[in-house]
């Protein structure tokens, strides 16, 4: 029985409810909404950085059932104000020094909000050619930014890549680790062996989940012992391979960190490189957070021995000014990440593909789609040019580096660690419960925003100096209020 064909409207598009928004209007609420964000960014200082939304308490402002007919623009925006912003914390405010910062920037939100108005899918370099290649070079501009070996240039057999976060670069290393080890086998047919993958006792939570999402199962993700530093002892580090191959396992995949999450140690990567090329494992570099320190030549030297790596990742979107999420990953190898995980469907085969002249990146990350994240990588090394980059990031780094000259110098604090770069390990010498105390009557105050880790079991404040507009009042009123806490 052949199905009824629906009858066309018979009034024009624009009387029915929920008409699209014209040109004209968004024009307006366009401009709009970047006044609302210039305001946003001007007064940000006078909101305490810590929401104090109590949980289910923005839930329980929104209607239960989604709108039955449209509803105009302004009332929508005044809703940020009414319903949002009591439940967001402030990670732009210029006293977030907790975690690691996602700094954001003016170039990097227009960029994003071009990317938006594109609207572009970029799975394919036929479904927009420039989404492609402007991601390649900014990949390459981004290289000789950190200074990282000439292996990962696209212009060679590596090349970059734009991912949605550190996390899923992992994975794919992981992922293409795996394969390698195992021969390429997609099929899983005669693959028994176990495959072992190394990290330090402190590398990130990402690498267990990459492990166990990769199906290597957590038992065999070997925790590495460090140094008191936090940095992984390269003599452990053989030790377990040598374990794990007497007992007829396979060694797969390495993991190095370069600034640590909890305490920015840097692993010594060239002795690990020398380990995985001696016994062809796969090195990937996990550089989430301290990567852009590179950009200044004074501090380049984090990236000792990357030239051994077989992958690479770093997030500008957490200490480059570009807004979250922008994770670059590079490989040594595209063809062990393109064999990796590339399936090719009817549907999306085309000429360009077929000449071999081009790059699908859809075979470059684990989802299809992707979002054209380059512009925002783009406006933000054009407006701040590599002078400011390593002007703004110097800057962090000297404040970080004062901050932790006061901790030293008074009698009632220590540093937990020495700081290498940008985050701040310190403690008041009094035990574990005045440091809580003192973080919870700072965060409770709104001034500023502090977390915490554990180091040699003690607690231990954190305190990261990478907020895009944190100047050296801000450290300076950190430092009185941390003090007058203790007090
Ligand atoms: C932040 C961080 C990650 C995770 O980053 P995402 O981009 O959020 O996945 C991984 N490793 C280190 C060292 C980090 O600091």
């Known amino acids: 029985m052949a199905a009824e064909t629906p009858e066309a409207p018979e009034c024009p598009p624009e009387s029915l409810p929920g008409a699209h928004m014209s040109p004209a209007e968004f024009r307006r609420h366009g401009h709009a909404v970047v006044d609302w964000i210039a305001d946003y960014l001007e007064g940000i200082e006078a909101r305490p950085v810590l929401s104090r939304a109590e949980p289910g308490s923005i839930a329980a402002k929104l209607p239960k059932h989604p709108p039955a007919t449209g509803e105009p623009f302004e009332a929508i925006l005044s809703d940020m104000d009414a319903i949002v912003m009591p439940g967001v914390t402030h990670w732009q405010h210029p006293s977030f020094f907790a975690y690691f910062n996602s700094n954001a920037s003016g170039p990097s939100i227009l960029g994003e909000l071009l990317s938006a108005g594109l609207g572009v899918q970029g799975m394919l370099w036929a479904t927009s050619p420039a989404c492609t290649e402007v991601e390649t070079v900014m990949m390459d501009w981004l290289l000789e930014l950190l200074g990282l070996p000439d292996a990962f240039r696209s212009t060679g057999a590596g090349g970059g890549v734009i991912q949605d976060s550190a996390s899923s670069a992992t994975l794919c290393a992981i992922l293409a680790a795996r394969e390698r080890a195992t021969g390429w086998r997609t099929d899983r047919a005669g693959v028994d062996r176990r495959l072992c993958v190394y990290a330090s006792e402190q590398t990130h939570s990402s690498i267990e989940k990459a492990v166990r ?14 140094d008191a530093r936090g940095a992984l002892d390269p003599a452990a580090l053989t030790a377990a391979i040598a374990a794990d191959r007497a007992a007829g396992h396979t060694p797969c995949a390495v993991i190095a960190t370069i600034g640590t999450t909890s305490s920015h140690a840097i692993d010594p990567v060239r002795a690990m490189g020398a380990i995985c090329r001696a016994e062809g494992i796969w090195l990937h570099v996990d550089a989430a957070h301290a990567g852009p320190a590179a950009v200044c030549p004074a501090y380049r030297w984090i990236h000792d021995g990357v030239e051994l790596a077989d992958s690479y990742c770093t997030n500008p979107h957490k200490w480059m000014f570009t807004n979250f999420d922008c994770d670059a990953f590079w490989v040594r190898d595209r063809a062990a990440l393109v064999r990796t995980l590339s399936v090719l469907p009817e549907y999306l085969r085309n000429a360009a593909t077929a000449s071999g002249r081009v790059i699908d990146y859809r075979d470059w990350q684990i989802p299809l789609g992707r979002r054209f994240r380059a512009l925002k990588l ?43 770069l940008n985050l701040v390990c310190f403690r008041h010498t009094g035990g574990d419960a005045i440091n809580e105390a003192i973080m919870q009557r700072l965060n409770d105050s709104g001034a500023l925003y502090l977390t915490h880790t554990r180091i040699g079991d003690r607690f231990t404040l954190r305190l990261c100096v990478g907020g895009t507009h944190t100047e050296a009042r801000h450290v300076e009123d950190a430092w009185r209020r941390i003090r007058a806490a203790a007090a």
């Open 213 to 226: 999402i990769a199906g290597l199962g957590r038992d065999n993700l070997r925790a590495v012992a460090c």
């Open 378 to 420: 783009w406006f933000v090394m054009r407006h701040y040019g590599v002078a400011g980059l390593r002007r703004h990031i110097e800057g962090h780094v000297a404040l970080a580096q004062r901050f932790a000259g006061w901790v030293e110098a008074d009698p009632d604090f220590e540093l937990a660690v020495p700081a290498p």
